[in-house]
């Protein structure tokens, strides 16, 4: 019974601690004045093209377990229609997957194994959605950083906070956490030119942690009908 | 968010057609299975270039990669992409590698590549000898004379739920050269590999098929 007693406080205390490394405080926004918080706004809207695009991105995975992989994503967003279309294929040019997210929610066309698992696809999506389209909820709070860089926090529905933050250097990076403060998805935007990215990052930190590289290959406007 | 578990299908596919891409070696110019046979024979080696064009109805111009093949016979591969993403696939003496260029530099990619290896190696031994006819996942059928056109179609489904058929042209001046090779998934979206500056029966270093380089 002792024996079982000090297993179960050992187990509390290992739940614990995987429960604080997995919550991160919330970054604390400063206000300064009205004008401060107006151009945090204007600025968090940077990361977001406000016109139809097409990009093609390398996309180097790390997985658990260390196993690592290569793909071609190529996603057309318009940020007015709130749509997307996405194809990821292999380097030798087989598409693995496409699906499309539009008013009337996710329809995948193909899905290929593991894309087909679960909720896998509706996953994809959202990680294609954070990077390429402005959150949708409600702008919440507007400030800065203690570095000086611009930051948005946006509350949407599903139990999620949305942090944009735009630094002094153009680079970007959201992060997104539970209501809880759990930290689910960073994506860092690095080599920023014209507003478009050279190279992006995410990372989720749900289950299991990932991350996805992507080098930007190519990028054009598209007209809506041209999708 | 497992990319490197892609289906095994499509992992046998991407190496099935590595295995057709490498019938630059293995086609002679002919009009029927006997004397394709019979040619496929005298080719022991080719190094070529490659372009290949993705067209997808998602883009308005095909995504353009390039690079270089090798094949030494009976079954050893160099298939290298130097653009837009570095890449280089090993096949030798039954191993087989693939590499690709990342942020930490080239890595070894880990993932579904072994199971699908036995299988390709197994059908390159086929395929070398001209066994067209035989083959366990493609029919296949020949057109035309001079320049003829093969025509693959899958015969799983499996198979067939990602390509609908591969069209392989064959040089009409050059005897046991390949033109190009397109890989039709479904209307709108097929790749198109072409094949220039083709040498064959050169000598190529066993280097190459062993080290990325």
């Not at chain 1, 680079?171 to 030119?193: D, F, G, N």
């Not at chain 2, 067209?55 to 591969?77: C, E, M, N, W």
Request: aromatic fraction near 8%; proline fraction near 4%.
């Amino acid at each position: 019974m002792k024996a079982f007693m000090l297993f179960g406080h050992r187990f509390l205390i290992l739940m614990a601690t995987v429960f604080l490394i997995s919550c991160s405080s919330l970054s604390v926004i400063r206000h300064t004045d009205r004008a401060a918080a107006a151009d945090a706004i204007q600025r968090c809207r940077r990361p977001f093209l406000d016109i139809p695009y097409r990009v093609v991105h390398s996309i180097e995975a790390a997985l658990p377990g260390g196993k690592t992989g290569t793909v071609v994503g190529v996603t057309v967003f318009d940020p007015a229609a709130g749509t997307i279309h996405s194809v990821i294929m292999t380097i030798e040019g087989f598409v693995l997957f496409e699906a499309r997210y539009e008013k009337g929610g996710l329809r995948v066309d193909r899905a290929a194994p593991p894309f087909d698992r679960g909720h896998f696809a509706a996953h994809i999506m959202e990680d294609v959605r954070l990077i390429f389209l402005a959150p949708q909820g409600r702008l919440a709070d507007a400030g800065v950083l203690e570095n000086g860089s611009s930051i948005c926090r946006y509350y949407e529905n599903q139990d999620r906070i949305v942090d944009v933050v735009v630094h002094q250097d153009d680079t970007w990076e959201i992060e997104t956490y539970r209501t809880s403060h759990e930290r689910l998805r960073k994506i860092r935007a690095l080599s920023v030119q014209d507003k478009i990215p050279g190279i992006l990052e995410l990372t989720g930190f749900e289950s299991s942690n990932y991350s996805l590289r992507l080098k930007l290959i190519s990028a054009e406007p598209v007209s809506a009908q041209g999708q | 968010m497992d990319f490197t578990m892609i289906d095994s299908r499509a992992t046998k596919c991407v190496f099935l057609i590595m295995m057709i891409l490498s019938c630059p070696v293995m086609l002679g110019w002919a009009d029927n299975w006997e004397d394709i046979q019979k040619e496929s024979a005298r080719i022991k080696s080719v190094s070529a270039h490659f372009s290949q064009e993705k067209h997808l109805q998602i883009l308005t111009k095909p995504l353009v990669s390039k690079g270089r093949f090798y094949f030494q016979a009976p079954d050893s591969i160099r298939w290298e992409y130097t653009s837009p993403v570095k890449s280089v696939l090993l096949m030798h003496k039954g191993n087989i590698k693939r590499y690709t260029m990342g942020s930490k530099g080239i890595v070894e990619e880990s993932g579904g590549t072994v199971e699908a290896m036995q299988i390709v190696l197994q059908e390159i031994s086929l395929w070398s000898k001209g066994q067209f006819t035989g083959n366990k996942h493609f029919s296949a059928t020949i057109k035309g004379t001079k320049g003829p056109q093969i025509i693959l179609t899958p015969k799983e489904k499996g198979l067939s739920a990602i390509i609908s058929r591969i069209v392989i042209n064959l040089s009409a001046d050059r005897p046991g050269v390949m033109k190009s090779v397109k890989i039709v998934e479904n209307e709108g979206n097929y790749t198109l590999f072409e094949f220039i500056d083709v040498q064959i029966n050169v000598n190529i270093s066993e280097t190459l098929f062993r080290e990325v380089g």
